[in-house]
């Protein structure tokens, strides 16, 4: 298992896997997505699809940092930011594209025009400056949605340098 080399404690990483896993099958479920094997209650999901998870909590606080914020306790003095601006918006998206595609190319999966689960093929394993809009926009979503999940487990997102506000 990886270590959390985060601020975050290992509970809260947990609390937020399994908040940003059911933020996701709630999603497939709206789409009627059921038949992925990702599209289970946690405790049935793989421990692939657990550790994916866990490695996206992880890095939420990377990101940020990245983009000039911290996370700390809802309820700080300082206030929390509750949406981000286009620039941080896309740049997080394209962080949460790298990161992806780097936690899927070091479990084996390869580029190949069509997606094969089986064979570990998947056609956006390409920078994301070169994915289709809406691929794009699924890393946007994901990010989209950073605030709220922190949120749920009683965090918030604030500027590193409230100065600069």
Not at 37 to 42: G, K, L
Not at 126 to 139: C, G, Y
Not at 156 to 162: D, E, I, K, T
Request: glycine share 4%.
């Amino acid at each position: 298992m990886p270590t959390n080399d985060t601020k975050m404690p290992e509970d809260a990483i947990e609390r937020l896997a399994r908040q940003i896993h059911a933020d996701y099958l709630g999603k497939m479920r709206k789409a009627g997505n059921t038949g992925l094997p990702s599209a289970v209650e946690w405790d049935a999901l793989p421990d692939e699809f657990k550790e994916s998870n866990r490695a996206a909590a992880r890095s939420f606080e990377k990101k940020l940092t990245l983009a000039g914020y911290d996370i700390a306790p809802a309820g700080s003095p300082r206030p929390a930011i509750e949406t981000f601006d286009d620039a941080t918006l896309l740049a997080l998206s394209k962080a949460e594209h790298d990161r992806w595609m780097s936690e899927k190319l070091a479990n084996g999966w390869t580029c190949a025009p069509v997606r094969d689960n089986a064979r570990k093929h998947h056609p956006m394993l390409i920078p994301f400056d070169q994915l289709p809009p809406e691929e794009q926009q699924k890393d946007t979503n994901v990010v989209n949605t950073i605030i709220p999940l922190l949120k749920s487990i009683g965090l918030g997102v604030y500027n590193s340098n409230p100065q600069s506000n």
